[in-house]
């Protein structure tokens, strides 16, 4: 059975930095072709792809926000954190991580998290 | 570019079929994948790739692409599946996309 987690802080203030760790099981991110991707949803608005890392350690970050985004794997600990920086109102959130796996010749997001919701505010 | 294109809303009668189309340039090299979401839950994935369902995802779910256009049909709508449709792909560098939404009203 496969699951991922966020865990994080759920309140953060302007400019401070964001680190969220998905925690996961019923995978190895050691094996070739599956990474882990986070994703968010502000409020009410449609979903945003933020970063994503593979096994091999190759990593891809939404042109966008790729200045403020880390994203690194500890794969004896299953887990990926993701940290992002000088947190605004505007990056207040449900942040899911989920499962990329190759499927037939496609890498879609198969497995997701529950997300958890970050809220900026001083 | 690399953006996604989804209609903001569509409505289908119950039992009915309805099409939710997803445009891009990107879906001209690359699949695009489908997530259903409903209010206050994460994503589902309910197609991916030329026209692949996982496991449990009710075959009344179908998808096609063409071009730019990548759809996905859902035939003989039921009231559960009124919902918010997202689609998925990436482009040439590796960077993932996804579509503004649909929001799928089944009347």
Request: aromatic residues 10%.
């Amino acid at each position: 059975q496969i699951t991922l987690k966020e865990s994080g802080p759920t309140l953060v203030k302007p400019t401070q930095t964001l680190t969220l760790t998905c925690t996961f099981s019923g995978f190895s991110l050691s094996t070739s072709g599956v990474g882990v991707g986070w994703i968010r949803q502000p409020p009410g608005k449609a979903l945003e792809w933020l970063a994503l890392i593979y096994w091999d350690d190759d990593k891809r970050y939404s042109p966008s926000l790729k200045s403020r985004l880390t994203i690194t794997k500890d794969t004896s600990k299953n887990q990926v954190v993701l940290t992002m920086t000088n947190m605004d109102p505007v990056d207040t959130a449900t942040y899911y991580c989920a499962r990329n796996a190759m499927v037939r010749g496609v890498m879609p997001f198969d497995y997701w998290g529950q997300g958890t919701l970050v809220t900026v505010s001083s | 570019s690399s953006e996604l294109t989804q209609d903001p809303a569509v409505s289908v009668a119950l039992g009915q079929t309805v099409r939710i189309t997803c445009q891009g340039d990107s879906l001209r090299s690359y699949y695009a994948s489908w997530y259903q979401q409903k209010p206050g839950q994460a994503p589902v994935l309910v197609i991916y790739g030329k026209n692949n369902r996982p496991s449990g995802i009710p075959d009344r779910f179908s998808g096609s692409s063409s071009g730019n256009t990548a759809s996905l049909t859902i035939t003989g709508a039921q009231a559960e599946d009124e919902a918010d449709y997202y689609c998925n792909s990436r482009d040439s560098s590796g960077n993932h996309l996804f579509g503004g939404g649909t929001k799928l009203t089944v009347l």
